[in-house]
Structures are given as structure tokens and as C-alpha cells.
């Protein structure tokens, strides 16, 4: 049987297309002039990557310009790894830190395109998605970079970690606005912790130390990914201080989280975290589902969905009583929280999400939610805010929604969920992970 992560909307393409003058549905915002750019996995033809986290990365994009949509196209990313077939994990547990994926997200910084992957350096690529090579920083940064670096909103510093196989386990670091490397600092944690993303305030960052962990043996072994649950190592947040780096941890009942919405400082100077959380059981069945153990339970048009028992909440971590308060916000499956970026680490009143088949939207003022169904596979909602913004939900979302083998870019007005505009794409677009929008300079 086919593994779930290779059929149904999950299933990759065969090859790289481009078309031009793409039809759209609607009126495309003349302001919206740039690139949307989606990375995923997306194994070559023949290959079983083990898991979906695994295949090759893929960039999709669309070009838009003045109410048009120009063109779209999808190049691999081509790292060590893909042209070499060289593995991350080397004889002896070093790493090739070039010889990665490069399949989860990308991010513009100081003029460069970067495709991410959190087990290694990140891939530099052209406007029109070729792939220039693997960037270090001039050097600077020997430890892997996450997929989820966070943009200071004030500084417009990139602040971002490296979690490793061997000591040191996590690395912080800084990126200036202008793209040099300023700051690098190991912070203590007890093993190799499979930190997927992180979160920033004003003045903290939050670090999530969760028990699922990276297995030497598994990895030997070539067992899909080497990541386990381990009842043994303990679920805690920190909360670092970004000017002198002390960091004090606070217990949390046993979870993981992928995906962080926001945090920030409240009025009594608490750190407020609202993340997706997964429960013991629910990671399981998730991570099961992803390396194809498991098919998932239905989705839409016959789908097999990855949200199961994915949930929004939050934590609210006192640090003059030490202690943690947890609480869930929803109780609907979502995944792949966003927000309007200028408010990361500091209050914001909404934040979106995805469900199977809808966009869902968050108003932390009214405690309410509003869902938009897309009728189809719904990849992360990207906010982009309109250039005369006087409301922090001024502007819109774009989302890659796929539906009977066929593919479109939908724009929504973030503020209202009413759609604007749907771009018509050449192909199916494989479910994927995370994306951008890149405005024209």
C-alpha cells in the first residue's frame, strides 16, 4: 500500500513547470505586487523519503503585479543532498549541516531568500526560485537554523536557535537587520529535543523543551525520522531573557507543540504563549500518520487529515511566582497559527489558523472565532497587511487550497474572511508547510 505520505494530497509531483498568465477569479489588490512562495516536501519520482517531514524541498510560487497574476512555477531546492544523495547524519553522529532538505518554510532577510529546514543551514534562492547554495553567514553559523525564525518588529533583528544531535543540544542566536551574525549563546538543556519552533516578547524569549527527542539508534537503524516520544524527559517552557540570557523553566503537563501563534508581556509582566498544543496520544497518532504507521482519520474530498487532536492554548507563565497556567482556548483541530508579523512578541488581538478545509480566525479581545470554508486542503493563511493599514487585521491572507487534483491561491480579506480573488494554478499543488509573501522593494 502507498504510504499516506505519498498519495492523496500529500502526493508529490513528478517535475518543475512554470505558465504564465495564470487565470484569476476576482480582483487581485493592485498593491499586491511581489511573490507568494510555499515550501514542502516533495520526494522525486521513485523515492520513499519514510516520512512526510523527509522529502526534498519544493518551492511554489506565484508572481503577482498589478492585479495580475504573472506567472507560476515550482523548482526543488537543490541542496548536497539532493544532488549528492548525501545523508545529514554522518558515520560517527556528525553532520553535513549543507546536506539537509531545505523543506519547510522561507523567509526573506536583508535581501535574501532563504529556504529552511531546522536540521541544518539554510538555502539561499533567487527571486525566481533557483537555488544559489547553503548560507553560513560568512561563516559564523556552525549549528543547524530553525524553520521558524522570528523578526523583531522594532529592530528588525532575526532572532533564531539551532537544536543539535550531540552538545551543545541548543543554540541561540541573533542576526542583525542587516544580515550579520552579532550574538550566538548556548542555553543548557538535558538532551537532543526535537524543538521545532520557538517564541519571542519584548524582552524574552520562550523556549519550548518538550519530550520528543532525537534517537541515535533510530537514526543508525535508517528508520524513517529518528525523533521518539520519551515519557522520561520531561515537558517544561523557559523563559530567557534576551539581554542576559538567564533563563527559568516552568514545569507543563506533557505535550509538544509544532507551531507557536504568539507570545507576549502583560500588563503584570507575565509571558502569555499561545501555541498549538498535541497531547501525548495525539502526537502519536500524528507522527504515526505522517511516517505512514497510520492513515489518518477522513478528511475532506477523501483525504487523509494530519490534524488530529491539535488544538489552540495557551500558557501564561508568572515569573515572580514561578508558576504556569495552562488553559485551552479551543477545541477544534487546527494547525499552522499566523499573524499580522508587525505584532510578534507583543499583544495581538487576532491570530489565524487552519483547519482541514477552512481557515479559522481568532479574536483574543471577544474570546470569538470565525471559520471561512475553502472547499479544500487549506495550507497556512500568510497575512499581508494593506499598506494604508489602520486596523491590525487590515489587509489579507493567502492560502495554496487544493481540491480534486486541482490547485488555487486564495486571497481573503483578512479582515472579514469574504474572499477576494482565487488564482488558478497549472497543477496540484502538494500539501505543504509554510510560506511568504515578498512584496516588490
Known amino acids: 500500500m502507498v504510504p499516506s505520505y505519498l498519495r492523496g494530497d500529500l502526493a508529490p509531483v513528478a517535475d518543475e513547470i512554470g505558465a504564465r498568465d495564470l487565470p484569476v477569479e476576482g480582483v487581485l489588490p493592485a498593491e499586491l505586487t511581489g511573490r507568494y512562495v510555499r515550501n514542502g516536501p516533495n520526494p522525486r519520482p521513485g523515492e520513499d523519503s519514510g516520512h512526510w517531514f523527509a522529502g526534498h524541498g519544493m518551492l511554489h510560487g506565484v508572481r503577482l503585479r498589478d492585479g495580475r497574476a504573472e506567472w507560476y512555477r515550482n523548482r526543488w531546492t537543490r541542496t548536497?543532498?539532493?544532488?549528492?544523495?548525501?545523508?545529514?547524519?554522518?558515520?560517527?553522529?556528525?553532520?553535513?549541516?549543507?546536506?539537509?532538505?531545505?523543506?519547510?518554510?522561507?523567509?526573506?532577510?536583508?535581501?535574501?531568500?532563504?529556504?529552511?529546514?531546522?536540521?541544518?543551514?539554510?538555502?539561499?534562492?533567487?527571486?525566481?526560485?533557483?537555488?544559489?547554495?547553503?548560507?553560513?553567514?560568512?561563516?559564523?553559523?556552525?549549528?543547524?537554523?530553525?524553520?521558524?525564525?522570528?523578526?523583531?518588529?522594532?529592530?528588525?533583528?532575526?532572532?533564531?536557535?539551532?537544536?543539535?544531535?550531540?552538545?551543545?543540544?541548543?543554540?541561540?542566536?541573533r542576526l542583525s537587520a542587516g544580515g550579520e551574525l552579532v550574538e550566538s549563546r548556548q542555553v543548557e538543556v538535558p538532551g537532543p529535543t526535537m524543538m521545532h519552533d520557538f517564541a519571542i516578547t519584548r524582552n524574552h524569549v520562550v523556549w519550548l523543551d518538550l519530550p520528543v527527542i532525537f534517537d541515535i539508534e533510530m537514526a543508525k537503524a535508517r528508520r524513517g525520522l529518528p525523533y521518539r516520544w520519551d515519557d522520561g524527559y520531561g515537558a517544561r517552557l523557559g523563559v530567557m531573557g534576551r539581554a542576559d540570557g538567564r533563563v527559568r523553566w516552568f514545569d507543563v503537563d506533557p505535550c509538544y507543540v509544532f507551531h507557536v501563534g504568539n507570545a507576549h508581556e502583560d500588563a503584570a509582566g507575565r509571558v502569555v504563549l499561545d501555541a498549538v498544543r498535541y497531547s501525548p496520544e495525539s502526537f502519536r497518532q500524528t507522527w504515526g500518520s505522517m511516517g505512514g504507521s497510520a492513515t489518518g482519520v477522513p478528511g475532506p474530498a477523501g483525504t487523509s487529515s494530519l490534524l488530529i487532536g491539535s488544538t489552540l492554548h495557551r500558557w501564561t507563565l508568572d515569573l515572580d511566582g514561578g508558576l504556569a497556567k495552562e488553559e485551552a482556548l479551543d477545541d477544534r483541530p487546527v494547525e499552522f497559527p499566523t499573524l499580522n508579523e508587525e505584532r510578534t512578541g507583543l499583544p495581538s488581538r487576532y491570530l489565524y489558523t487552519v483547519a482541514d478545509d477552512a481557515v479559522v480566525k481568532y479574536d483574543a479581545r471577544t474570546g470569538a472565532s470565525t471559520v471561512r470554508p475553502t472547499g479544500g486542503t487549506t495550507g497556512e493563511a500568510v497575512f499581508v497587511p494593506a499598506a494604508d493599514a489602520r486596523a491590525e487585521d487590515d489587509g489579507w491572507l493567502m492560502s495554496?487550497?487544493?481540491?480534486?487534483?486541482?490547485?488555487?491561491?486564495?486571497v481573503l480579506d483578512a479582515g472579514t474572511l469574504e474572499p477576494v480573488a482565487t488564482v488558478r494554478l497549472p497543477r496540484r499543488v502538494p500539501a505543504g508547510f509554510h510560506g511568504g509573501w515578498f512584496a516588490d522593494a
Not at 538555502?123 to 522570528?150: I, N, Q, S
Request: charged content about 15%; aromatic content about 8%.
Open 80 to 173: 548536497t543532498r539532493f544532488t549528492d544523495g548525501a545523508l545529514s547524519l554522518q558515520p560517527g553522529g556528525g553532520r553535513d549541516l549543507a546536506a539537509v532538505t531545505a523543506n519547510t518554510s522561507v523567509i526573506r532577510h536583508s535581501g535574501r531568500t532563504l529556504a529552511l529546514v531546522e536540521n541544518g543551514l539554510p538555502y539561499e534562492v533567487t527571486p525566481e526560485l533557483d537555488t544559489v547554495g547553503a548560507c553560513d553567514f560568512g561563516g559564523r553559523l556552525t549549528t543547524a537554523m530553525t524553520a521558524h525564525p522570528k523578526r523583531d518588529p522594532d529592530t528588525g533583528e532575526l532572532l533564531f536557535f539551532g537544536y543539535g544531535f550531540a552538545p551543545p543540544y541548543l543554540t541561540y542566536h
Open 400 to 410: 495554496i487550497v487544493t481540491a480534486a487534483d486541482a490547485s488555487a491561491l486564495l
